[in-house]
Structures are given as structure tokens and as C-alpha cells.
């Protein structure tokens, strides 16, 4: 009989190694809590036990959450490893493994399958759910990052490890389908549980930015810049909502300052410090504001993703980089790869491509300002960017860009509704005080 032992919540590990063990359950502690010990945990787990074999996928799943194609080659070695050492593993363990190779063959949906059917036998698989949460969130399936996290959530008490991690993905998950009053309420919960879940800090500043109380968005961020200095580059997404606050409340001097010691992207250009900083910048451009060299700089690290077509969403602020600083060539280069994904449908098959490719061209063309084309492309998919991933606050900045390119354009009826509906919506929105 092989040897097991089990994690932090009771569940399987084939292993003979409490070392190998241990090392995986803080793995994915340290993952959950978004620390940079994740991946030399899971390294570690490989040391203790080098035929340990969800070991061997877990860190192929923590390659794969760095989003680049360049780590492919890695995760791929991981997956074999772990394939190699299948022998005797548990249901839930073979199953992550499956998931594993669906993921990096950009079958994204699959993986989510995997999951949840894990997710159906072993509702505190805590990796799981927090996986298929990542992943419906790029998916943009909102419903799922509600749903899941609420159908695993009876399984979990006060005294389960992990419990604050499910409620604050629940409360994601509402604040997504639009249910902030809920969502707030948990999130709260989730932080007083658990205040080194990062994702339920989050949660709660997402309820605010979308019932514009930016001033108790700036309370409810008010750390020193210092305080996540252990977290890896998802906390500067939280000093992003920092900043969308202070825009919104007129402050770009703190703004600015949050881009200069946060925000902005280091060399390696991680593609959420990329998404961070193109959707900042743009959105003083769209009110004039001159932000110095801090274009070029963005744009110069922005060109070393353009054949990088891991995920829609990056490849948009990629693009919003390049046209920021005026490098068209390079844009429409982006558009090229973009395009020559129709002829590759098995390199990205959850990649919304139609729908990025429109959005892409329209944000070319009317920074562009040659034609009308740009517009048109804008309109006709506004309602269905859900697809390229994201968040509600992320993806504003596309419905601002297009309300900006009908203005410019001339076409009143359009601009007009547009102005209506936000108006209705955000009502307090500075650019929507800033066009009258």
C-alpha cells in the first residue's frame, strides 16, 4: 500500500515524506496569501520527495500563474514529472494533474472542469477552488466565481483552514454579478478572518470603487507602501485600487506617486504590472494630463510581450501601452499576432480573438484619428468585453476610450447615449465631469 500523508485539511498527499508534506501544505498557505515562498515551498516538497507527484504539478501550477508562454517549456517538464510519478496517487491527485496539462495546452475551460469535478468529491481542496477562481476570472465568468466558491462553502467552519480564503472569493464572486451589498459584508468577514488574504482586501475594494465611495477606499487601503513587501506583484494591483480612488477623487499628485513607488512595471514586465499601469496612465490621458516619460518607459517594456498572446486581457493593455506612446508600427504589429491566432485555434482555444481583435483595431484607429472605423469597432463589441477577462473596474477604462472616441468623432446621438448611460451608472465618474 503507498505510503500518504495528508494536508491542512485533511486531504490525501501520496507521499511517505511529513517533510515533503509540510512543505506543500505551506506552498499552498504561502499561494493563497499571494507570498513569494510559494514556489521554493514547492520546490522544496520536489527536494523532500522527488517522486512526489502533486508536488511535481503544483509547481507546474505555479509557472503557469505567471502568464507568459515563456513558461511553458517549464510547466510542461513539471507536467511530465508528474505523469512520470502517477503511479498510485489519489482520484483528487490525478485529476490535478489532468488539469494541469489542459491549462497549458490553453484549454482553460477543461481545466475549469477538472476542478470542479474535484471540487464535487472533495469540497475543501482549497487549490482547487482557488484555481478555477483564477481562471473564471481571465474567463470572465462571473457567475462561476460566485457560484463555485458558494458551493463548497457549507463544507467550511470557523475552525477549517481556509475559510476566510472561500468567503473572500465569495465575496468576489458577488461583487462581480453585481451584488455589492452582500459581497461587502462578506468581504469584511473574510478580512477580520483572515487579514493576509490579500484576494478578500480586494473584494472589499472592488464594493467600493463600484459604489463610488472613493474616500473610504483610500481609508480602507491606508498601509504604508511597505506593508506586503513579502507578496508577490499582486499587491500592487491593491495599490492600483489605491489609485483609481485617488483619481477619482481629483488627487493625481498621489496618484502619480503610487505609479512612481508601486505601480509601475519592473523589467521582467508580469503581466499584471503591465495591465496595471497602461489602464492608469490611460486614463489621465483621456483628461489631458501629461504624464511625462513615464509612456515610453511602459511602452519599452510593453514591446517585449507583443508575440506573447497568453491571455486577451494583457495583450489589450499591452496594446494601450503602445499606442500611449505613440509606437503605431508596434501596435499594429500586436494586431498582426493577434489576427494569426485564427490560423492557430489550437494554440489558444479559449482566446476571445474576434472580439480582442475589433477592440484592439478600434483603440488603434481612433488614437489614430483617421477614420471612423475605430468607433465602429469600439460599438460593436462593448457589450460583450466580458470575454476578454478582467474585472467590472478593470474593464471601465474600455468604456471610457470609447465614449472619448465618439465625442471626437462627431456622432451625437451616440456620444449622447453614451454619456446617458454612464451618467446613470457612475454618476460621480470624474471623466464623465471632466467632458462637460
Not at 505567471?66 to 502517477?86: H, M, T, Y
Not at 454579478?177 to 477580520?192: D, K, M, P, S, W
Request: glycine share 6%.
Amino acid at each position: 500500500m503507498t505510503a500518504v500523508q495528508h494536508d491542512q485539511r485533511g486531504l490525501v498527499l501520496t507521499t511517505s515524506s511529513p517533510d515533503a508534506a509540510n512543505h506543500v501544505n505551506r506552498a499552498i498557505s504561502d499561494y493563497l496569501e499571494y507570498r513569494l515562498t510559494a514556489m521554493p515551498a514547492a520546490k522544496s516538497a520536489i527536494e523532500s520527495d522527488p517522486t512526489f507527484a502533486f508536488a511535481h504539478c503544483l509547481r507546474g501550477y505555479f509557472l503557469m500563474l505567471i502568464g507568459s508562454e515563456a513558461i511553458i517549456p517549464g510547466a510542461k517538464k513539471s507536467l511530465v514529472e508528474a505523469e512520470s510519478n502517477i503511479e498510485g496517487v489519489s482520484e483528487r491527485e490525478y485529476g490535478h494533474i489532468q488539469a494541469l496539462r489542459a491549462w497549458i495546452d490553453g484549454r482553460l475551460s477543461d481545466a475549469g472542469h477538472q476542478w470542479e469535478q474535484i471540487l464535487l468529491a472533495e469540497p475543501l481542496d482549497l487549490l482547487a477552488l482557488r484555481l478555477h477562481h483564477f481562471n473564471s476570472f481571465w474567463l470572465g465568468r462571473a457567475d462561476l466565481l460566485r457560484d463555485v466558491p458558494a458551493s463548497v462553502l457549507p463544507a467550511y467552519s470557523t475552525t477549517v483552514p481556509g475559510y476566510g480564503n472561500v468567503l473572500g472569493m465569495l465575496a468576489f464572486g458577488l461583487e462581480e454579478c453585481g451584488e455589492r451589498h452582500r459581497a461587502e459584508a462578506l468581504g469584511r468577514q473574510a478580512v477580520e478572518h483572515c487579514a493576509d488574504d490579500l484576494w478578500a482586501v480586494h473584494a472589499v475594494a472592488h464594493v467600493l470603487e463600484g459604489d463610488e465611495r472613493h474616500h473610504e477606499g483610500i481609508r480602507w487601503l491606508d498601509y504604508p507602501l511597505s506593508t506586503w513587501d513579502d507578496r508577490n506583484p499582486f499587491k500592487d494591483h491593491l495599490w492600483w485600487h489605491k489609485a483609481l480612488h485617488a483619481y477619482e477623487l481629483g488627487d493625481d499628485e498621489q496618484v502619480l506617486e503610487l505609479y512612481d513607488d508601486a505601480i509601475q512595471v519592473d523589467p521582467n514586465g508580469f503581466y499584471l504590472d503591465i495591465q496595471n499601469a497602461s489602464s492608469l496612465l490611460y486614463r489621465l490621458k483621456l483628461l489631458g494630463i501629461d504624464v511625462g516619460d513615464r509612456w515610453q518607459a511602459l511602452a519599452d517594456i510593453a514591446e517585449t510581450r507583443i508575440g506573447d498572446h497568453s491571455q486577451a486581457f494583457t495583450d489589450v493593455h499591452v496594446l494601450l501601452a503602445l499606442v500611449g506612446a505613440k509606437r503605431f508600427d508596434a501596435a499594429d504589429q500586436l494586431l498582426q499576432g493577434i489576427e494569426a491566432l485564427s490560423d492557430q485555434p489550437a494554440r489558444r482555444p479559449d482566446y476571445p480573438i474576434e472580439i480582442t481583435r475589433k477592440l484592439c483595431r478600434g483603440i488603434i484607429e481612433t488614437n489614430r484619428g483617421t477614420s471612423t472605423t475605430g468607433l465602429d469597432d469600439l460599438l460593436s463589441v462593448r457589450r460583450h468585453l466580458q470575454v476578454i477577462g478582467g474585472s467590472h473596474a478593470q474593464r471601465d477604462i474600455f468604456a471610457q476610450i470609447t465614449i472619448d472616441a465618439a465625442k471626437k468623432s462627431g456622432v451625437e446621438d451616440v456620444t449622447r447615449s453614451l454619456l446617458a448611460e454612464r451618467h446613470t451608472l457612475k454618476p460621480h465618474s470624474r471623466f464623465l465631469t471632466a467632458l462637460h
